[in-house]
Each structure stands twice: as structure tokens, then as C-alpha cells.
């Protein structure tokens, strides 16, 4: 069997889960948001900043969804470990962020309340470095979304689904 004919064989394994490319244009959307930090940098400060601070309905809906998102894709990437596309390693490096984001939010370890104090200092002369940063990562998961609901049609039809 030649290299060809086993890299066909192994990429016939691989399989996007139907939620995968929601996943990418969900988070996506949520780092897009971040535009708001562009235009009005107080509003968007004190919004977060109240969220965090709040702890309401409105957190633990926000992060339960999100931590169950990148739980998700932190066991798909460990089921599929033989079979990976590159792309899920975004769930062991921005999952495995984010959970630790959401932990230290929810215990409230000093070190990263600072880090957020900082992050949302109006005045600071990063702001738009580091919103624009999310922006731009939030841009390219949506395109990554976009890409996989074509290959995930791509798939089913192969499938003949």
C-alpha cells in the first residue's frame, strides 16, 4: 500500500462531530463581540467587569456554556486521539485556557483579578493591542467554523446522509 493510499485511508477515519463547527462559530461570535471594547471601552469595561463581579444568572450561564463547550472538545480530542485534525489541539490549548479562566474567575485568585483589573483599565494604553487581539482570534475561529460546516457537508454527503 503506498503513503497515498494510507493517508486516504487514515483521513477516511477522521470524523467532524456535528457540533464541531458550532463550536468554532460560537466562540467565534463570543471573541467577535469584543468590537464593543473598540467603540465604547467604558461600557464594555463596566459591563464584564459587573458580570464578573456579579456572579448572576447571567455569569453562570455565559461560563457553564462555555466550560461545557471546552469539555466537550477536550474528550473529543482525547477519543479521537489516532484521528485528529489539526484544528482540535484549539481544544486542549483555548479549552484548557479557558477552564483555568473560568476557575480563577470563580475562586477569585488574586493574581488574576489583577491581570482582569488590567485587561479592562480603560485608560491603559494596550487596550486596543489586546481587544484587538481577541477580535482578530475571534475572526479567525469564525472563519474555522465556517470552513467546517462546509467539510462537515462535504462529509455527510460522502456518507450518503
Same mark, same amino acid.
Given at each position: 500500500?503506498?503513503?497515498?493510499? $494510507?493517508m486516504? #485511508?487514515?483521513?477516511?477515519?477522521k470524523?467532524?462531530y456535528?457540533?464541531?463547527?458550532w463550536f468554532?462559530?460560537?466562540?467565534?461570535?463570543?471573541?467577535?463581540?469584543r468590537?464593543?471594547? !473598540?467603540?465604547?471601552r467604558?461600557s464594555?469595561?463596566a459591563?464584564w !467587569?459587573?458580570?464578573?463581579e456579579?456572579r448572576?444568572?447571567?455569569?453562570?450561564?455565559?461560563?457553564?456554556?462555555?466550560?461545557?463547550?471546552?469539555?466537550?472538545?477536550?474528550i473529543?480530542f482525547i477519543?479521537?486521539? $489516532?484521528h485528529?485534525y489539526?484544528?482540535?489541539?484549539v481544544?486542549?490549548?483555548?479549552?484548557?485556557y479557558?477552564?483555568?479562566?473560568?476557575f480563577a474567575?470563580?475562586?477569585g485568585l488574586?493574581?488574576?483579578? @489583577?491581570?482582569?483589573?488590567?485587561?479592562?483599565?480603560?485608560n491603559?494604553?494596550?487596550?486596543n493591542?489586546?481587544?484587538?487581539?481577541?477580535?482578530?482570534l475571534g475572526?479567525?475561529v469564525?472563519?474555522?467554523?465556517?470552513?467546517?460546516?462546509?467539510?462537515? @457537508? @462535504?462529509? $455527510?454527503? $460522502?456518507?450518503? #446522509?
Amino acid at each position: 500500500m503506498s503513503l497515498w493510499s $494510507k493517508m486516504e #485511508v487514515l483521513d477516511s477515519l477522521k470524523k467532524i462531530y456535528f457540533w464541531e463547527p458550532w463550536f468554532f462559530l460560537f466562540f467565534g461570535l463570543f471573541h467577535l463581540h469584543r468590537i464593543w471594547a !473598540l467603540i465604547d471601552r467604558t461600557s464594555y469595561a463596566a459591563f464584564w !467587569l459587573g458580570i464578573m463581579e456579579n456572579r448572576g444568572v447571567a455569569y453562570f450561564t455565559i461560563m457553564g456554556v462555555l466550560a461545557v463547550l471546552c469539555i466537550l472538545g477536550i474528550i473529543t480530542f482525547i477519543r479521537e486521539r $489516532k484521528h485528529n485534525y489539526l484544528w482540535r489541539w484549539v481544544y486542549i490549548f483555548g479549552g484548557s485556557y479557558l477552564l483555568f479562566d473560568l476557575f480563577a474567575i470563580a475562586t477569585g485568585l488574586v493574581f488574576w483579578q @489583577k491581570l482582569l483589573q488590567n485587561m479592562f483599565d480603560t485608560n491603559s494604553g494596550y487596550w486596543n493591542v489586546i481587544w484587538g487581539f481577541f477580535i482578530l482570534l475571534g475572526a479567525a475561529v469564525f472563519v474555522l467554523g465556517i470552513k467546517l460546516v462546509a467539510d462537515y @457537508k @462535504k462529509q $455527510k454527503l $460522502k456518507e450518503g #446522509v
